[in-house]
């Protein structure tokens, strides 16, 4: 399986992003998807993820900001990112899981004016 993330780039505090991640398989096979981030040295957290059924999951920093959601018909997973801060700036992962775990290459967020 893999994925592929996308939608890197640079942003201004208080401005907007969408990340996406595409599977190279139906996304109906994993239990769940999220995306996670790994900041300056700093330990991968998790950003958001959404169960294959059920409500979606938020850090408590994103509450507010960020929204996760998923095309199944696409087999395309996103996170829409607002109201960025510069603590956001971080390499973004999406991941996948079921059997295994699989993981995307991460991209890079960067919020800075």
């Known amino acids: 399986v893999q994925l592929q993330a996308s939608g890197r780039g640079l942003v201004q505090p208080g401005g907007s992003l969408r990340l996406s991640c595409v599977a190279s398989r139906s996304i109906f096979s994993f239990n769940g998807m999220g995306w996670y981030r790994q900041g300056p040295g700093r330990q991968r957290d998790l950003v958001a993820n959404i169960p294959s059924s059920g409500s979606a999951n938020y850090a408590d920093s994103v509450k507010g900001r960020f929204t996760i959601s998923r095309d199944n018909a696409k087999n395309t997973l996103y996170l829409q990112m607002s109201s960025l801060k510069p603590e956001d700036t971080a390499v973004y992962y999406c991941?996948?899981?079921?059997?295994?775990?699989?993981w995307g290459q991460g991209t890079l967020v960067t919020v800075s004016s």
């Open positions: 991941g996948a899981w079921g059997a295994s775990t699989y």
